[in-house]
């Protein structure tokens, strides 16, 4: 496994919470607001219908299996990461690109 590269301040941090010099500054206050966040960003309460081609939820349920997980948690991760940004549609991508 290969070592992830540092910054001089990684290091120092690193350095640091190994040789137990560490201190914390977060505060009580910013602890909890910071798990509420969390909570919040995780909690699955809304509940929506779809309709998909029967090849499509077969492809779908075969790469939940693949990664061990039920396929409902990877659609619900596919949508969570497009809405975030991190997934991008690269036909789409290149597409736009030829249009230009």
Not at 15 to 21: F, P
Not at 24 to 52: P, Q, Y
């Amino acid at each position: 496994m290969s070592k992830a590269k540092l910054s001089k301040e990684e290091k120092e941090l690193l350095d640091a919470v190994e040789s137990g010099k560490f201190e914390s500054t977060l505060t009580e206050a910013r602890r909890n607001e910071l798990e509420a966040v969390a909570t919040n960003t995780f909690r699955k309460d809304k509940r929506i219908n779809i309709r998909l081609s029967n090849r499509d939820l077969i492809a779908v349920q075969s790469r939940a299996s693949e990664e061990g997980i039920p396929y409902q948690t990877l659609v619900s991760s596919i949508i969570h990461k497009y809405v975030s940004g991190s997934l991008r549609d690269i036909a789409a991508n290149k597409k736009r690109q030829g249009d230009a």
